[in-house]
């Protein structure tokens, strides 16, 4: 009878340790779900006055429940980027000590919007990448880069084989027609050199960047001609698996063409 008890006893205590434990969980589930978002606001000491501008150390945050999630369309998340953004810009009003931050609450220069970062003459368009074809995510805001990717093309040989008797005298007509097709070959070539990258990601800073959520992303904005949009427009089209891009000192600068590699160059 007592060890029928004792083990009574071991069942209860077992049942009361999940009991806790499935409590806490339960606990920390409502915790985070009420603090599932972070925006910013003034600290309650700090306010602003028309025209006056924002510094960093008058920043505070504010958690408030995932389920007011779209906030975020009026009220500005606590995100490096938007601490970078809102970095000595001016006020449009009066703002009250401890107010949460609104967009519209700050001077919007067009000369200061992302768009005032091209050079004269220059796009910027999105290239998709992967982690492999964007070095690891190591390139950056600021990092000079190459493009280069894998195609198929007619071989040459071919071509000007299939329209050639052997008499070497151009085809025509049933003959012509009844030529072998020419065949196609796969290349690997550099198609632009030393390309600025403005942002990856929706990171345009090097701060921007060290905080992206997990450290990655997949797609980098460079700064292009028209023609060179042109180009990559269309490789982007043709190429197998996507542009690869190669990341280059900051001090080489230098054009020079390079190779195109097939096959034959890897025997």
């Given amino acids: 009878?007592?060890?029928?008890?004792?083990?009574?006893?071991?069942?209860g205590i077992l049942l009361a340790?999940?009991?806790?434990?499935?409590?806490h969980g339960y606990i920390a589930h409502i915790e985070q779900s009420q603090q599932g978002l972070t925006l910013l606001r003034l600290k309650p000491d700090q306010g602003l006055s028309r025209g006056e501008a924002l510094k960093p150390d008058m920043l505070d945050t504010e958690s408030v429940p995932e389920r007011f999630n779209t906030l975020t369309d009026v009220v500005i998340p606590d995100r490096a980027a938007n601490r970078e953004w809102?970095?000595?810009?001016?006020?449009?009003?009066?703002?009250?000590?401890?107010?949460?931050?609104?967009?519209?609450?700050?001077?919007?220069?067009?000369?200061?919007?992302?768009?005032?970062?091209?050079?004269?003459?220059?796009?910027?368009?999105?290239?998709?990448?992967?982690v492999a074809t964007a070095v690891a995510h190591l390139v950056e805001p600021g990092s000079p880069i190459?493009?280069?990717?894998?195609?198929?093309?007619?071989?040459?040989?071919t071509v000007n084989l299939a329209a050639l008797g052997p008499d070497g005298k151009p085809l025509s007509g049933a003959a012509s027609v009844a030529a072998p097709r020419?065949?196609?070959?796969?290349?690997?070539k550099t198609l632009l050199q030393n390309l600025k990258v403005l942002a990856v990601g929706n990171a345009q800073t090097r701060g921007a960047f060290l905080n992206l959520n997990n450290g990655g992303y997949d797609s980098v904005t460079l700064e292009v001609t028209p023609e060179e949009a042109e180009r990559i427009v269309f490789a982007l089209n043709e190429t197998r698996r996507g542009l690869t891009l190669l990341l280059r000192h900051p001090d080489d600068s230098a054009v020079a063409p390079v190779q195109q590699v097939d096959w034959n160059a890897l025997r």
């Fill in 86 to 130: 809102l970095k000595d810009r001016p006020v449009n009003r009066d703002i009250a000590p401890g107010s949460l931050l609104q967009y519209d609450f700050f001077v919007d220069d067009p000369g200061q919007r992302f768009a005032a970062r091209i050079d004269k003459g220059k796009r910027a368009m999105a290239v998709p990448v992967t």
């Fill in 17 to 23: 340790l999940a009991a806790v434990g499935l409590n």
């Fill in 1 to 11: 009878m007592k060890s029928w008890n004792k083990w009574l006893l071991l069942d």
């Fill in 182 to 188: 020419p065949r196609t070959i796969t290349v690997t």
């Fill in 146 to 157: 190459d493009l280069l990717g894998t195609f198929e093309e007619l071989d040459p040989q």
